[in-house]
Every structure is written in structure tokens, then in C-alpha cells.
């Protein structure tokens, strides 16, 4: 069956970096766009970045446009996220999303606070 799984959060300083995995498995990975959002408590769950199922193309929310750098590769089914500049307002649970049908990782945590 279809499974992503996410990884790499944890607690980072204001300004810092955190580069975020996510590995599929179950299905053709290089057939399929990928997504990132992100939740709060507080928030609906938030669109962060697109990447195409070649990796060509990219798009990100204007939030973290110039922060983010969405990527994959197809070789080893597994899509990046690597945030740079963190602030504290990048606070929330990450996921991964496999576009047709819908399908989302657990999520991982990313913290960012003195």
C-alpha cells in the first residue's frame, strides 16, 4: 500500500536550518507530483511547497519563497524540503503529500525557539 513517511524535524534556533525527508513507498513515485504543508494547533492546514513529478518545477506559498527549497529524487523515492532562515512563525507538524487520490504522511515536527 501507498506509505509516505516524514522525517528530519526536531528543534532549531531562529535562523537556522532543517532539511525535512520524505520517502514513498507502494506506488511509481516518479509518477506522481508531491507536496509539503504544514498544521499549527491554531491554523488550518497550510500549502508550503509543490515540486513536479520530474522535479522541474516548483512552486512555494509566498511565506517561504527565497527560505525553502523544495526537491526530490525519483532514484531513491524520496522528496526534500530544506529550510533555511527559520523563524518562529515555521513552527507547526510538516507533511507530505502524494497528489491523485490524496495521499499524507504522519508528519514530524519542526520547532523553531531559543
Known amino acids: 500500500q501507498v506509505q509516505l513517511v516524514e522525517s528530519g524535524g526536531g528543534l532549531v534556533q531562529p535562523g537556522g536550518s532543517l532539511r525535512l525527508a520524505c520517502a514513498g513507498s507502494?506506488?511509481?513515485?516518479?509518477?506522481?507530483?508531491m507536496n509539503w504543508y504544514r498544521q499549527t494547533p491554531e491554523k488550518e492546514r497550510e500549502w508550503v511547497a509543490r515540486i513536479d513529478s520530474s522535479g522541474i518545477h516548483t512552486r512555494y506559498t509566498d511565506s517561504v519563497k527565497g527560505r525553502f527549497t523544495i526537491s526530490r529524487d525519483n532514484a531513491k523515492n524520496t522528496m526534500y524540503l530544506q529550510m533555511n532562515s527559520l523563524t518562529p512563525e515555521d513552527t507547526a507538524v510538516y507533511y507530505c503529500?502524494?497528489?491523485?487520490?490524496?495521499?499524507w504522511g504522519q508528519g514530524t515536527q519542526v520547532t523553531v525557539s531559543a
Open positions: 507502494g506506488f511509481i513515485f516518479s509518477n506522481y507530483a
Open positions: 503529500n502524494r497528489e491523485v487520490r490524496d495521499y
